[in-house]
């Protein structure tokens, strides 16, 4: 897994949030997850989240956003995806 394309999808998904017709709250928890995962991401080598709520989080996020916004949970999918590939 390469660090360096999950922070690219964190950003691309940054881009999304900020074009999204919802309201300040959903964008709010949106931009404070990618904050977590992007800052834990950094943390070192080894990928341990120290949050274990994130994957949770994610789930919800998904859930709440497949309908509307299929571009953001398509996103969020993905990342997901790949944060279980590397054992989060």
């Known amino acids: ?11 691309q998904l940054q881009i999304e949030i900020d074009a ?8 709010a928890k949106l931009h404070a997850l990618v904050d977590d995962i992007d800052r834990e991401l950094g ?3 080894q990928f341990v989240l120290e949050d274990t709520n994130l994957q949770d989080r994610l789930d919800e996020l998904v859930s ?14 993905d990342i ?8 989060i």
């Open 1 to 11: 897994m390469d660090p360096k394309h999950l922070h690219e999808q964190l950003k």
């Open 20 to 27: 999204l017709a919802v309201d300040d709250g959903n964008r």
């Open 43 to 45: 943390v070192g080598p």
């Open 64 to 77: 709440g956003f497949e309908v509307e916004h299929p571009t953001v949970a398509g996103i969020l999918k």
């Open 80 to 87: 997901m995806v790949k944060l279980a590939s590397i054992g």
